[in-house]
């Protein structure tokens, strides 16, 4: 019911080659406890994975050793969520105690704490200093956290920081739904800013720093220098208690009973990668869309996450290299892990030929004439399971507009969306026949990483001389 890609952080170069910059710095869980609990969580670890991992770890043994069970009511399990985090916490910071002890001791053999010692060798000093300097990489680093519940088939979403969970759902009318649950704890969420400024914090300085201590996040797990130190850090002195928090956010319940669709938790990673490649407007229906897409092809979820992730890489990179308009936001990537977890949702066959089995997930493509009062809008689908569709077939075009498709790519439709404090959502139908997406025994990549085209455009055709019969038109 579950499948995990990732990919690791990326630095292009002029030539348009990637590099690592760093060991991959995220972590995710995914258990099955008793009484029917599932425990899911995607971690975004920064200056290196120490927190996440432990975090990763730890989550799991304060949830699913016997601290949740069927009889527990929602407020019961919002408490249990909140303690399992400041329990994490604390015993990630009780790991660090003897380097702590350590490092302070040994600043003291060094100015300016102790302008009357001196060493024997300025070699002795070096090392001191070394030591030093790996001691703070050891206390340094956090990560944020986005974690799903799954308890008497209810989901609970808890959230640290600026990962993002995505519910997709299909309604009882055969519409479908997509769902951004809880608002990411950053820089620009007003609710934080709010927080913030009630212990004393200038607000406004941090809107337009856009970070504090190198991060965007208002909440993290570890990050000792931030939480202990922040008195030290000017954005952050002036406040009464410790600003930076690692409290949750928790959303839920939500029930799942009849729902059909998937769950998608994604590090901020892989969300920064597809806004820098095609803007932030429709960033979730987009990897919806890719999500559904890859569901209807892959016979594994492991493999329709895989996908989905090196598709959006793929089209970062792809951006890069073009020079367009957006190529200055993605001329890097940090780390990229996606989970997605199925509800009642069965796979495709991966066997399945381009015109076999699944429902069609349209896809609108309008044309408009300036010199025309008339419009003339194409449905394209996708075959997908047959659950429900997914993408509008009517309302507007795609916003995949800037880099090279990736390998087996579709065309993906914006839905649209309302947005609120807690959540979005983006609702959708529409019926077609045209586009299908290939089948497993479809053509490779060739070396430039394209296909062959397999797109049969001819009922576009039709219906665009139909409507333009006296504008001369022939297909390349």
Same mark, same amino acid.
């Given at each position: 019911?579950?499948?995990?890609?990732?990919?690791?952080?990326?630095?292009?170069?002029?030539?348009?080659?990637?590099?690592?910059?760093?060991?991959?710095? #995220?972590?995710?869980?995914?258990?099955?406890?008793?009484?029917?609990?599932?425990?899911?969580?995607?971690?975004?670890?920064?200056?290196?994975?120490?927190?996440?991992?432990?975090?990763?770890?730890?989550?799991?043994?304060?949830?699913?050793?016997?601290?949740?069970?069927?009889?527990?009511?929602?407020?019961?399990?919002?408490?249990?969520?909140?303690?399992?985090?400041?329990?994490?916490?604390?015993?990630?910071?009780?790991?660090?105690?003897?380097?702590?002890?350590?490092?302070?001791?040994?600043?003291?053999?060094?100015?300016?704490?102790?302008?009357?010692?001196?060493?024997?060798?300025?070699?002795?000093?070096?090392?001191?200093?070394?030591?030093?300097?790996?001691?703070?990489?050891?206390?340094?680093?956090?990560?944020?956290?986005?974690?799903?519940?799954?308890?008497?088939?209810?989901?609970?979403?808890?959230?640290?920081?600026?990962?993002?969970?995505?519910?997709?759902?299909?309604?009882? #009318?055969?519409?479908?739904?997509?769902?951004?649950?809880?608002?990411?704890?950053?820089? #620009?969420?007003?609710?934080?800013?709010?927080?913030?400024?009630?212990?004393?914090?200038?607000?406004?300085?941090?809107?337009?720093?856009?970070?504090?201590?190198?991060?965007?996040?208002?909440?993290?797990?570890?990050?000792?220098?931030?939480?202990?130190?922040?008195?030290?850090?000017?954005?952050?002195?002036?406040?009464?208690?410790?600003?930076?928090?690692?409290?949750?956010?928790?959303?839920?319940?939500?029930?799942?009973?009849?729902?059909?669709?998937?769950?998608?938790?994604?590090?901020?990673?892989?969300?920064?990668?597809?806004?820098?490649?095609?803007?932030?407007?429709?960033?979730?229906?987009?990897?919806?869309?890719?999500?559904?897409?890859?569901?209807?092809?892959?016979?594994?979820?492991?493999?329709?996450?895989?996908?989905?992730? !090196?598709?959006?890489?793929?089209?970062?990179?792809?951006?890069?290299?073009?020079?367009?308009?957006?190529?200055?936001?993605?001329?890097?990537?940090?780390?990229?892990?996606?989970?997605?977890?199925?509800?009642?949702?069965?796979?495709?066959?991966?066997?399945?030929?381009?015109?076999?089995?699944?429902?069609?997930?349209?896809?609108?493509?309008?044309?408009?004439?300036?010199?025309?009062?008339?419009?003339?809008?194409?449905?394209?689908?996708?075959?997908?399971?047959?659950?429900?569709?997914?993408?509008?077939?009517?309302?507007?075009?795609?916003?995949?507009?800037?880099?090279?498709?990736?390998?087996?790519?579709?065309?993906?439709?914006?839905?649209?969306?309302?947005?609120?404090?807690?959540?979005?959502?983006?609702?959708?139908?529409?019926?077609?026949?045209?586009?299908?997406?290939?089948?497993?025994?479809?053509?490779?990549? !060739?070396?430039?990483?394209?296909?062959?085209?397999?797109? #049969?455009?001819?009922?576009?055709?039709?219906?665009?001389?139909?409507?333009?019969?006296?504008?001369?038109?022939?297909?390349?």
């Amino acid at each position: 019911m579950c499948g995990v890609g990732t990919a690791p952080n990326c630095v292009y170069g002029p030539d348009g080659k990637g590099t690592q910059s760093h060991t991959n710095e #995220d972590g995710h869980l995914r258990f099955r406890g008793e009484d029917g609990c599932f425990l899911y969580g995607v971690f975004n670890g920064y200056d290196g994975s120490r927190v996440a991992s432990f975090a990763s770890q730890c989550l799991t043994a304060e949830l699913l050793l016997g601290q949740l069970n069927s009889s527990h009511t929602d407020n019961d399990v919002r408490r249990i969520l909140t303690q399992a985090f400041d329990v994490v916490e604390k015993s990630y910071f009780e790991t660090i105690d003897d380097a702590l002890a350590e490092k302070a001791n040994l600043s003291n053999y060094l100015p300016p704490h102790n302008e009357n010692v001196s060493f024997h060798h300025s070699s002795q000093s070096q090392k001191v200093q070394d030591r030093l300097k790996e001691l703070e990489q050891e206390v340094s680093g956090g990560a944020t956290a986005v974690v799903a519940l799954i308890l008497n088939n209810k989901l609970y979403i808890a959230n640290v920081g600026t990962n993002r969970a995505l519910l997709c759902k299909s309604s009882s #009318d055969g519409q479908n739904q997509v769902l951004q649950i809880g608002r990411p704890h950053s820089t #620009d969420n007003e609710d934080e800013l709010q927080r913030l400024a009630a212990l004393g914090v200038d607000s406004a300085r941090v809107r337009q720093a856009g970070q504090i201590a190198g991060q965007s996040s208002t909440r993290r797990l570890g990050d000792y220098p931030v939480k202990f130190n922040y008195n030290e850090i000017d954005l952050l002195s002036a406040a009464k208690t410790r600003p930076i928090i690692a409290e949750p956010e928790i959303h839920g319940s939500q029930s799942l009973d009849s729902v059909t669709g998937f769950l998608l938790l994604m590090s901020e990673g892989l969300i920064n990668a597809l806004e820098s490649a095609h803007g932030p407007e429709q960033a979730n229906q987009e990897i919806v869309a890719m999500v559904a897409a890859e569901l209807a092809q892959q016979s594994s979820l492991e493999a329709a996450a895989q996908s989905v992730v !090196d598709r959006i890489k793929r089209l970062h990179h792809d951006v890069y290299v073009s020079g367009r308009q957006r190529a200055t936001y993605c001329s890097r990537h940090e780390d990229m892990t996606l989970l997605i977890r199925t509800l009642n949702y069965t796979l495709a066959d991966g066997a399945l030929t381009p015109t076999q089995g699944g429902r069609i997930y349209p896809v609108s493509v309008p044309y408009s004439n300036s010199q025309s009062t008339s419009k003339t809008s194409v449905t394209l689908s996708l075959v997908m399971p047959s659950q429900g569709t997914l993408t509008n077939g009517t309302n507007t075009a795609s916003t995949l507009e800037e880099g090279t498709p990736t390998p087996g790519q579709s065309p993906t439709a914006t839905l649209q969306s309302t947005n609120t404090q807690t959540q979005s959502s983006s609702s959708s139908s529409g019926d077609g026949s045209l586009f299908r997406q290939r089948g497993s025994q479809a053509a490779q990549p !060739d070396e430039t990483g394209r296909v062959p085209p397999y797109v #049969d455009f001819s009922q576009f055709y039709r219906l665009w001389g139909s409507d333009h019969s006296d504008v001369m038109f022939a297909p390349l």
